[in-house]
DNA sequence: ATGGCTGGCTGTGCCAGA
């Protein structure tokens, strides 16, 4: 089973993109964030038409995750739980930035997928709230350890995990994508009993997944790896390998991001 | 570089992103 996780910058202005990504690489399940769009509004019979099921958790303007995916998707949450204010369905706050689906192929994988928020500028109530964000993410990333089944968490973390994640670490020092708090928080997570799927197969520095569009960033590679796949020992047992597909930044009307890539024995 | 693009909006400039 074939996985990516994708950050668009909006589905309406990537329609093209997206779909020419899809019909190029045909995913098995594509785990979409900053879909930019409310659930009406998102172009499911576009993915239907291509054999995709679609489920979304979106919102107007901003944030909004989706998934499309091959197999069935079974037992789909929206939002992530222990949101201050919790809403009628005792999930999530007003922002769009989690969903979580049941992948049904050879072997059923429990797939959440996330957009984590930026938290700039830091330190401040933004980054207060990517920080308490982090924190109901690591709760439920504890329940899913301890279910002890095929599971993974992936999306844009807005974590560069080490200095060697960056092209100009330095220049991230005090950001909220860097700053030590964050990765704390982050390998928090890790060390409940995760494997960081791109790490387990590659120790390199000089791999990214985001290149500001400012500045010339991508002629100049001045990246960032942020886009995670974030992996349960059950699900770690069956990672056939873990990819950046970079070159999808060079194409026409290109989105921020490029897609991050699991191939699981599942 | 405390912002050089880009996307979304009900906008005719602003906010958000990272």
């Known amino acids: 089973m074939k996985i990516a996780t994708f950050n668009i910058n909006g589905v309406k202005a990537r329609i093209d993109a997206l779909t020419n990504w899809i019909d190029d690489t045909q995913p098995d399940v594509a785990v979409l964030q900053e879909i930019k769009s409310v659930d009406e509004g998102f172009p499911r019979e576009i993915f239907e038409d291509k054999g995709y099921n679609v489920e979304t ?27 201050a204010g919790a809403g009628r369905d005792g999930v999530d706050d007003e922002e769009a930035r ?50 002890e089944e095929v599971a993974l968490m992936c999306g844009d973390y807005n974590i560069i995990p080490q200095a060697e994640d960056a092209a100009r670490p ?10 030590l708090e964050s990765r ?10 995760y494997t960081e799927a791109f790490r ?8 990214y997944s985001f290149w500001d569009y400012q500045a010339g960033a991508w002629d100049k590679n001045d990246g960032i790896r942020i886009d995670h796949f974030l992996l349960t020992p059950q699900c770690a047992d069956l ?15 290109p989105s921020d ?10």
């Not at 979106?58 to 992530?80: C, H, I, W």
């Not at 990672?239 to 009307?253: A, H, M, P, Q, T």
């Open 57 to 83: 958790h979106g919102q107007k303007g901003f944030n909004g995750v989706a998934l499309l995916s091959k197999f069935p998707l079974e037992d789909v949450t929206r939002g992530l739980p222990g949101a």
């Open 98 to 147: 989690y969903i979580e689906a049941t992948v049904v192929g050879d072997k059923a994988v429990r797939i959440c997928g996330l957009y984590l928020p930026n938290g700039n500028p830091a330190p401040g109530p933004k980054y207060d709230y990517k920080l308490r964000w982090m924190e109901r993410l690591q709760a439920r990333a504890a329940e899913l350890i301890s279910h």
């Open 170 to 179: 330095d220049a991230w020092r005090d950001d909220a994508l860097f700053r």
């Open 184 to 193: 704390e928080a982050f390998r928090r997570i890790l060390n409940l009993g």
């Open 200 to 207: 387990a197969r590659e120790a390199g520095a000089g791999h």
């Open 239 to 253: 990672l056939n390998n873990c990819w950046i597909e970079s070159d999808v930044r060079g194409r026409e009307k």
């Open 257 to 266: 991001h490029v897609p991050v890539w699991v191939d699981l024995a599942a």
